[in-house]
């Protein structure tokens, strides 16, 4: 049945340390990159900057809110000083034990309990606050190769680290430190080879179609 009246989330400011992450890696570089990007915002606008950037939200027990987006941007803010950031609840499962609702979040694909060598962790290894984020370099990578044109946008939960499992298998680590440059190069052709067909966003050409 269609709604009416339309739904608006529910929006207040939350204290960046009492959010919880749903992931235990962002890409550092890509945090660097939202640092700059508050740096060089207009002067006196940080509430018109922190409005348009909602951190979505689902509110756990003892009313702790678990980000399911914009690690990123949350964890750039808090480098940056900033104290509070806009939240979107986007679900208030406070009422659930804690059990059943790491499970529900699991579920929903709201969790990505992956470290930064790709391995699955037990819900009790996600970290606790954002300052506590592991940097998954292969997580820049892909943010990069998306920036560069090797994939589209997509609304795939997670899906930079799904690309970022496949430049796992074909680029060696220690190229991201010395030629990262180089790396996004490579990533961007990997990105259009059929083999990453499967993946949310591929702008390849499927010559059997």
């Not at 987006?69 to 104290?83: R, T």
């Not at 259009?192 to 059997?208: H, T």
Request: charged content about 30%; glycine content about 6%.
């Amino acid at each position: 049945m269609a709604l009416t009246h339309p739904v608006h989330p529910i929006l207040h400011p939350v204290r960046i340390k009492d959010l919880r992450p749903t992931q235990m890696t962002v890409g550092m570089r890509e945090v660097a990159m939202k640092r700059e990007e508050w740096r060089n915002r207009p002067r006196n606008s940080e509430g018109k900057f922190l409005g348009s950037h909602m951190v979505p939200a689902v509110i756990g027990p003892d009313g702790e809110p678990w980000i399911v987006d914009h690690h990123h941007l949350a964890l750039a803010m808090h480098l940056e000083g900033v104290a509070e950031v806009m939240v979107s609840v986007i679900a208030r499962l406070d009422t659930l034990p804690k059990k059943r609702f790491m499970a529900f979040m699991d579920a929903h694909n709201w969790l990505h309990p992956y470290d930064a060598k790709g391995r699955r962790c037990e819900f009790d290894d996600l970290p606790q606050r954002l300052s506590d984020l592991a940097d998954d370099p292969y997580r820049s990578l892909a943010g990069e190769v998306r920036a560069a044109g090797g994939y589209a946008k997509s609304p795939t939960p997670y899906t930079e680290f799904l690309w970022a499992d496949f430049f796992r298998d074909r680029i060696k680590r220690d190229h991201l430190t010395d030629h990262f440059a180089r790396c996004v190069e490579e990533g961007t052709k990997l990105a259009r080879d059929r083999e990453a067909r499967y993946l949310p966003g591929w702008a390849g050409v499927d010559s059997e179609s």
